[in-house]
Structure formats: structure tokens, C-alpha cells
């Protein structure tokens, strides 16, 4: 090798990426298993998905405490020994809960997945929900509440999913103080039993494990009496607000504004869906994006600002967030707008093109490292009704999308009118 000859760059684009098969079986009950078994270290990722998100719920916060008090206590153990038996062999047991679905997630050493399995087991079949724990749960949620409203980014991202979707809409939905205080045990096992005992779960392992790893599965979660049939979401009609423009004030000494500018826009199953995500990459979507360059390096009125699509299974939407100056954060707002007008009109030179493809398909190659991230990617494709094609397809037109193409799409969707706005400050 002459060392005084730099390697020839190869640009990402190049790559083939190939995204590992899993391999899926049933439990004795009808769960459908997903496994991904590779990785040189001897680690396992197991995470059980339920129907079990705040859009199931009749009581708001319901889903969300329910998921959490999963880990607090059941007929034999206490929340302090339940979470003694994870440290020990040193595990770590997580709990979620999302819009749609809530997760209970175990990492540990593969030799000890024998242990743990059991204690998973009889924290989803035997939670007991223990009033003393409900009452700490609602008083940590509480103060966590209170903190959180005194933050203007937060209340905005509360506030303009509301304006987007409608606030009776589980993606616009949001809890207030009095709701965490009329939550009650007799209500957490009631979502509990529906939900969980009685629901729809979905398992996906991936790591090092061995071939018995199946049956320890069926050993543990078999006999779960779940709901065979495939889940069904509920479809809540959008009722976005009629107002687009806010102005709020949170904090009268506020020196910044939080920023959010938001339009309604179609899911993943929509043929528009993938050649957006470059569109919105161009648009600020990273580091290096037009928005970023402008506001950021130009103008100096944000430390960062991003667009993003979100990744939601019904309804999504178009985002813009950052937080600036409150003396400039009109002016970030018509900067915004005026990124949006040069992309309906004029298109995106290839160099630029050739720099966010590149980027693109090396976040894919970055997010296949390991078999925690290539399940991660089979989670959003099963979860979301997809198969493999949808995988390969986004690089497809990553890899081919023009710019005639994305200035058509532009002039689709980033029009100013479309969009709601929200400050707070």
C-alpha cells in the first residue's frame, strides 16, 4: 500500500445495502415471533409491543400509567424487587408508551436470559397495581408536568400537534394536571386486562441467542390469553383548528420563542411519502440543509432548526421547530417561507442533490450496525403493514428521485397558506 496516495472516496450512493432477513414463528397462542440472530456479542434485545398506545384509551393518561406500573409490583414481588432482580444479573427492563402502541423492552446478557424471561413473565401477567405507587406515579408525573409547561418548546410541541390534528385526536391529545389526579387503580386494571392480558402483542428478539431461545419463548409468553385476531386501529377523524396563526405568551422574561410551523401531510403509504423524506432532507431535514444554512450560518437567529416528517402510523405531518430570538423570530418565520418559495422555483443543483443522497443512504448504512438497529427497521416495516419492498423502494428513490420531480412536489406541499404557525414565548 503507497500511503502517500490518498484511497479513491467512494461515494454512498455506490453501496448496495442489504437489510438481513428475520425470521418469524407463533407462540402456542398466536403471537407472532420476529428474530434477528447475529452480533458478535452475546447480548439480547427482547421487546414485546401491545395495541396498547393512548389511541385505546377512554381515560387520558390511562395507557401511559398502565405501562408504567407494569414494573411496580405483582402478587410475589415488590417494585423494589422486581427492579433488584433486573440489576442483578445486569439487565435493564424499559417500559413505553406511544400513540398507538406501548412496549416493554429487556436488555441483558444472553447467559442470563433464562433468568429474566420469568420475572418479564410475571410482570405482564400477575401486575397488581399497588395504590402506593399509582400515588408516587402521580406525583412524579405531576411535578414532571409542571416543570415541563414552564418550557416554551415544550408547550409547543403540545400545542401545535393539537392546532394540526385536533385536540380531541389521540396524536393531538395532551394530559393536564387534573387528569393524572383522576387516574385510579381500578382503571389501570381495566386497560390492563383489555389491553394487555386480552389484547394484541407482537414480539421481536434480536442478538446473539441460542436455537432453544423459541421455546424459552413459548415457555414464557404461550400461554398469554391474547387476542389471535390482527389489531385494529382506531380511525378518529383530523378536526385541525380553524385559526393557523398563534402568538403565545408562557413566560413574560422569555428571550426566545419556540417555533413551530406545521402542515397535515400523508403517511408512508402514500407514493409521495419517500421522495419527500428527500425533499424535507434538502429543506432541513440535516446539518447541513438549506434552512440550517440560512437561519443558522447566514442569519444567526437559531442555534439549530430542522424539518422532519412524523413518523406516525395514520396520520403524519410536516414539521418545522426551532427556538430563536424573540426580537428575530418573525423574521425566522419569513425565512423559513422564503427556502420554501426558491424550492418551488428553482431546482436543486445536482451537486447539492449528490450531498443529501450521500448523507441519506449513509444514515441507512449507520442504522443497519447491529442487530438492535436491523430490527429496529423490520419493527417500523411490520408495525406499519409494509414488507421488504418498502426498505429497498426508499433507497430506490433516494438513489433515482430527480429534481424536476422534487421542485413538483414542492409546489405541492410547501405552500405557506397550507401551513399552521405557533410561537411561544
Same mark, same amino acid.
Given at each position: ?7 479513491? $472516496? ?39 409491543? !401491545?395495541?396498547? =398506545? ?30 433488584e432482580a433486573f440489576e442483578y444479573y445486569g439487565g435493564y427492563c424499559s417500559r413505553a408508551c406511544y400513540n398507538e402502541t406501548a412496549t +416493554? ?5 444472553? &447467559? ?22 399509582? %400515588? *408516587?406515579?402521580?406525583?412524579?408525573? &405531576? ?10 418548546? !415544550? ?10 390534528? =385536533? &385536540? ?34 407482537? *414480539? ?27 389489531? +385494529? ?10 385559526? &393557523?396563526?398563534?402568538? *403565545? ?7 426566545? =420563542? ?38 443558522? %450560518? #447566514? ?34 418565520? #419569513?425565512?423559513?417561507?422564503? #427556502?420554501?418559495?426558491?424550492?418551488? #422555483?428553482?431546482? *436543486?443543483?445536482?451537486? %447539492? ?9 449513509? =444514515? ?26 418498502? !426498505?429497498?423502494?426508499? $433507497? ?30
Amino acid at each position: 500500500m503507497n500511503r502517500k496516495i490518498a484511497p479513491r $472516496i467512494k461515494d454512498a450512493v455506490d453501496y448496495s445495502l442489504m437489510l438481513k432477513p428475520y425470521e418469524t414463528y407463533k407462540l402456542d397462542n398466536g403471537i407472532h415471533v420476529y428474530s434477528v440472530n447475529a452480533g458478535a456479542q452475546e447480548v439480547i434485545q427482547l421487546e414485546l409491543v !401491545f395495541y396498547a =398506545g393512548n389511541s385505546f384509551e377512554q381515560q387520558k393518561g390511562i395507557a401511559a400509567a398502565t405501562n408504567f406500573l407494569l414494573k411496580n409490583g405483582t402478587s410475589t414481588k415488590s417494585a423494589l424487587q422486581i427492579n433488584e432482580a433486573f440489576e442483578y444479573y445486569g439487565g435493564y427492563c424499559s417500559r413505553a408508551c406511544y400513540n398507538e402502541t406501548a412496549t +416493554v423492552t429487556l436488555h441483558t446478557l444472553s &447467559k442470563h436470559i433464562d433468568k429474566l424471561l420469568p420475572v418479564v413473565q410475571d410482570m405482564l401477567t400477575d401486575a397488581i397495581f399497588p395504590q402506593q405507587e399509582l %400515588e *408516587i406515579y402521580q406525583q412524579n408525573s &405531576k411535578q414532571r408536568l409542571a416543570v415541563n409547561l414552564q418550557k416554551a418548546e !415544550f408547550v409547543a410541541g403540545r400545542l401545535i400537534d393539537s392546532y394540526i390534528y =385536533g &385536540k380531541d385526536h389521540p396524536y393531538g391529545t395532551y394530559t393536564h394536571p387534573d387528569d393524572i389526579a383522576a387516574l385510579s387503580i381500578e382503571a389501570c386494571k381495566k386497560f390492563y386486562e383489555e389491553y394487555y392480558l386480552k389484547g394484541n402483542c407482537v *414480539i421481536f428478539i434480536s442478538g446473539n441467542f441460542s436455537n432453544d431461545l423459541n421455546k424459552k419463548l413459548n415457555d414464557a409468553f404461550g400461554k398469554l390469553k391474547v387476542n389471535q385476531q390482527a389489531a +385494529v386501529l382506531p380511525q378518529i377523524k383530523m378536526k385541525p383548528s380553524a385559526e &393557523k396563526k398563534y402568538r *403565545i405568551q408562557n413566560d413574560v422574561n422569555a428571550v426566545q =420563542g419556540a417555533i413551530r410551523i406545521a402542515t397535515p401531510f400523508p403517511n408512508r403509504l402514500h407514493p409521495d411519502f419517500k421522495k419527500a423524506m428527500v425533499l424535507n432532507t434538502v429543506f432541513g431535514g440535516f446539518f447541513g440543509s438549506r434552512l440550517m444554512s440560512n437561519i443558522r %450560518e #447566514e442569519k444567526g437567529y437559531t442555534y439549530g432548526i430542522y424539518s422532519y416528517i412524523q413518523n406516525h402510523m395514520t396520520e403524519s405531518a410536516w414539521l418545522i421547530s426551532t427556538e430563536a430570538g424573540k426580537d428575530v423570530s418573525e423574521a425566522t418565520i #419569513e425565512e423559513v417561507y422564503k #427556502e420554501m418559495k426558491k424550492l418551488r #422555483e428553482e431546482k *436543486i443543483p445536482e451537486d %447539492e442533490l449528490l450531498l443529501v443522497r450521500n448523507y441519506m443512504i449513509g =444514515g441507512i448504512l449507520g442504522d443497519l450496525d447491529g442487530p438492535f438497529q436491523i430490527m429496529a427497521k423490520w419493527k417500523n416495516i411490520i408495525l406499519n403493514n409494509l414488507d421488504e419492498d418498502y !426498505f429497498y423502494d426508499s $433507497i430506490k428513490e433516494i438513489k433515482m428521485v430527480n429534481a424536476d420531480t422534487l421542485m413538483e412536489l414542492a409546489n405541492k406541499y410547501l405552500q405557506p397558506e397550507k401551513f399552521w404557525e405557533l410561537v411561544v414565548y
